[in-house]
């Protein structure tokens, strides 16, 4: 593990990956394709985001603070993971733990991000399998 930590902020609101798709036809077959909203954000978070020179390929700890422009989008982080490949780490399946929290800014909707190595093995002791199993039985 190298001890990888990087903080940024991306302006702009991001797009519900659940509520980001949309059914097209290509070439007479349905296909589903991110929504207008969806790939506008994913080209202004690719015009903001730093590229790691070699991203990490520790495993990782995100935490965001996205703020929206109303309190209408549901708190989605997953297309800001997406849009993290490549770029932070390798791939997304190294974020082993996330800590989102929701904001209000109707003028200046943004995510300030903060991507860091993690160690799978310190879980905290009120979460772990054993705590719930002594609860129970005791």
């Known amino acids: 593990m190298d001890n990888f ?5 991306i ?6 990956k659940a509520n980001s798709r949309k059914m097209v036809v290509i ?3 349905p296909a589903l394709i991110k929504s207008t909203k969806a790939r506008s954000y994913v080209k ?6 730093p590229v790691m020179e070699v991203p990490t390929t ?6 965001m603070m996205i703020y929206y422009a109303s309190r209408r989008p549901d708190l989605d982080e ?3 993971l997406d849009c993290m490949q490549n770029r932070i780490y390798k791939n997304d399946r190294q974020v ?13 909707p943004r995510s300030i991000i903060r991507v860091r190595s993690c160690d ?5 002791f009120y979460l772990s399998y054993d705590t719930i199993l002594i609860k129970k039985y005791s």
């Open 5 to 9: 930590d990087k903080t940024f902020t």
């Open 11 to 16: 302006y702009g609101e991001p797009a519900s």
């Open 27 to 29: 070439r007479g077959k």
């Open 44 to 49: 202004m978070f690719e015009q903001q985001c």
């Open 58 to 63: 520790d495993d990782v700890v995100v935490e």
């Open 78 to 80: 997953s297309l800001i």
């Open 96 to 108: 082993k733990q996330k800590i989102i929290y929701w904001g209000l800014d109707k003028e200046n």
């Open 120 to 124: 799978v093995d310190k879980i905290p």
